[in-house]
Each structure stands twice: as structure tokens, then as C-alpha cells.
């Protein structure tokens, strides 16, 4: 059974879950890229993650996102980088802590601005990429931006990898946290993502998809080495960019009310 409050969730783990967040990463749009999909992956998922235009994305792109996301009563995040535009920020880069505090907080804040000015609220902040990763491994990076987000807003949520240093500093600062795993990813360890740098790191097959979803809700995940590991998410996430990516959400939502499980945001 899954009790969901701001102290986050316990899982039986011999019990299937019944309720799960289903985000997407959104407001992207890559280089030769003629169209954004947002809108039509919208009516499936529970909450978006928004880039913040230092990936990528576009002030235009960025408003229908969001207010594609309110018309659909999707809860929208934040999704920070590093300034990176040219390798889509999926590199690690070695910027100056200070920096990129300054670099996140003007992030975060156009973000949580512009859906304020929508009549909404900023529900949640998520990491993007190397960003993301290198706060699952560091936890002083990760202690870092947990203070940061305490001087945004206390109350808001970050997802984090599930079982990772993010998770350890929200816990340690006293920010809410949503546990994370990957529905089109392949994991490395229980709490790291294969690198997109090698072979089989992002799953394109639905059958594989689908395969890795209900090990989640069976809190399980098969690594790239074909062991099985514990693991317990809250959230559940695709990316836009994924080859498919609106036939893959209409799937796994459908996937997933098939299975009597409950798509809803954690707020």
C-alpha cells in the first residue's frame, strides 16, 4: 500500500504500487528540431518538468508549455541546468559553485515567475542531465542546491534520483523530495543512470519500456548487467526527446491504468 504525504512514501515491497506520478521533461526543443510535442503529451502525464532556456528551449515554447500544462491540470517544475546550450546540457562542466548557484537561481525563478503570471504554482524543481547526475553522486553539490531551493521557497518539492546523495541532502535540509526512476533509461547502479555515452543507455523499445515500469512497481530494476536491484520511486519519467515519445506516453499510461494503478502528481 502507498501512503502519499510531505514525508514522502512507504512501499510494502512485497506489494504492487497503486499511485504514481508520471512526468515528462518538456519546453525543449533541440537544434533542427522543427516541432515541439508537449501539447500532445500533455493529456498523459500528471507533471512536467520545464526547461528553463540554458539547455535548451525558448521563451515561446517555454509559455505554451506552461500553459499547456495548467489547461491540462498538469503540475508544473522547474528543470535547471547547466549553461550548456551546445551539448544539450548532458556535459558536465566544472563552473564555479557560485556561479552556478546565481545560474540556477535565475533559473529556477523565470520558471516560477512566468507560471505564477498564469495563475499557477510552481510545484516542483528537477535537475536536468549532467547536472542531475552529478547531484545523485555529490553530495556537497547536492547540499548546496538544497539550500538554495530553502531560500526559493522552503515548500517546494525536488525530484531527485531515487536512493541517491539528492535524496540523502533533502532529507538532511529538511526539503520535500520526490523519489524518481526512469522509464526510458537503463541503469548503471540502482541509483545511477547508464551514461548516454554508451551502448543501451536509453531503452526505444515500448516492450522494454513497459518490462522496466513493472519492475518499478514491483520496487525492482533490472541494471545493464542483467541484476536486479531493490529500488523505490515516486515518480515516473519519460523524456520528450525519446524517439516516439507521444505514442510511448499514450502507452504507458494506458499501460498503467490497465494495471489499476492511479496516475496522480505528488502535491
Same mark, same amino acid.
Given at each position: 500500500?502507498?501512503?502519499?504525504?510531505?514525508?514522502?512514501?512507504?512501499?510494502?515491497?512485497? =506489494?504492487?504500487?497503486?499511485?504514481?506520478?508520471?512526468?515528462?521533461?518538456?519546453?525543449?526543443?533541440?537544434?533542427?528540431?522543427?516541432?515541439?510535442?508537449?501539447?500532445?503529451?500533455?493529456?498523459?502525464?500528471?507533471?512536467?518538468?520545464?526547461?528553463?532556456?540554458?539547455?535548451?528551449?525558448?521563451?515561446?515554447?517555454? /509559455?505554451?508549455?506552461? *500553459?499547456?500544462?495548467?489547461?491540462?491540470?498538469? %503540475?508544473?517544475?522547474?528543470?535547471?541546468?547547466?549553461?550548456?546550450?551546445?551539448?544539450?546540457? *548532458?556535459?558536465?562542466?566544472?563552473?564555479? !559553485?557560485?556561479?552556478?548557484?546565481?545560474?540556477?537561481?535565475?533559473? +529556477?525563478?523565470?520558471?516560477?515567475?512566468?507560471?505564477?503570471?498564469?495563475?499557477?504554482?510552481?510545484? @516542483? !524543481?528537477?535537475?536536468?542531465?549532467?547536472?542531475?547526475?552529478?547531484?545523485?553522486?555529490?553530495?556537497?553539490?547536492? &547540499?548546496?542546491?538544497?539550500?538554495?531551493?530553502? %531560500? +526559493?521557497?522552503?515548500?517546494?518539492?525536488?525530484?531527485?534520483?531515487?536512493?541517491?546523495?539528492?535524496?540523502?541532502?533533502?532529507?538532511?535540509?529538511? #526539503?520535500?523530495?520526490?523519489?524518481?526512476?526512469?522509464?526510458?533509461?537503463?541503469?548503471?547502479?540502482?541509483?545511477?543512470?547508464? =551514461?548516454?555515452?554508451? /551502448?543501451?543507455?536509453?531503452?526505444?523499445?515500448?516492450?522494454?519500456?513497459?518490462?522496466?515500469?513493472?519492475?518499478?512497481?514491483?520496487?525492482?530494476?533490472?541494471?545493464?548487467?542483467?541484476?536486479?536491484? /531493490?529500488?523505490?520511486?515516486?515518480?515516473?519519467?519519460?523524456? =520528450? &526527446?525519446?524517439?516516439?515519445?507521444?505514442?510511448?506516453?499514450?502507452? !504507458?499510461? /494506458? @499501460?498503467?491504468?490497465?494495471?489499476?494503478?492511479? !496516475?496522480?502528481?505528488? #502535491?
Amino acid at each position: 500500500m502507498v501512503f502519499l504525504d510531505f514525508s514522502n512514501v512507504y512501499l510494502n515491497p512485497h =506489494s504492487q504500487m497503486n499511485t504514481i506520478d508520471l512526468n515528462c521533461d518538456m519546453g525543449e526543443l533541440k537544434s533542427g528540431q522543427l516541432k515541439n510535442y508537449d501539447a500532445e503529451i500533455m493529456p498523459y502525464i500528471s507533471s512536467c518538468n520545464v526547461a528553463c532556456g540554458f539547455h535548451s528551449g525558448r521563451p515561446e515554447i517555454i /509559455e505554451q508549455t506552461i *500553459r499547456a500544462a495548467l489547461r491540462h491540470g498538469v %503540475e508544473v517544475g522547474a528543470h535547471p541546468s547547466y549553461n550548456d546550450r551546445e551539448h544539450f546540457g *548532458r556535459q558536465s562542466m566544472d563552473t564555479p !559553485i557560485n556561479i552556478l548557484m546565481a545560474e540556477l537561481r535565475y533559473q +529556477i525563478n523565470a520558471i516560477k515567475g512566468m507560471v505564477e503570471s498564469m495563475g499557477g504554482k510552481l510545484n @516542483h !524543481i528537477k535537475p536536468h542531465g549532467a547536472l542531475y547526475n552529478d547531484m545523485a553522486a555529490d553530495r556537497s553539490l547536492s &547540499d548546496r542546491f538544497v539550500a538554495l531551493v530553502k %531560500e +526559493i521557497d522552503p515548500g517546494i518539492k525536488v525530484f531527485a534520483l531515487a536512493h541517491s546523495h539528492l535524496v540523502e541532502a533533502c532529507k538532511a535540509g529538511g #526539503i520535500k523530495w520526490v523519489s524518481e526512476g526512469f522509464a526510458d533509461r537503463r541503469y548503471q547502479k540502482v541509483n545511477q543512470l547508464r =551514461s548516454r555515452q554508451l /551502448e543501451g543507455s536509453v531503452l526505444h523499445d515500448p516492450a522494454d519500456v513497459l518490462r522496466q515500469i513493472d519492475g518499478f512497481l514491483e520496487n525492482r530494476v533490472v541494471l545493464h548487467d542483467g541484476s536486479s536491484e /531493490e529500488i523505490t520511486i515516486q515518480s515516473l519519467c519519460l523524456h =520528450s &526527446d525519446t524517439q516516439g515519445a507521444v505514442a510511448l506516453s499514450k502507452i !504507458i499510461h /494506458e @499501460h498503467l491504468k490497465a494495471n489499476a494503478v492511479n !496516475i496522480t502528481a505528488l #502535491i
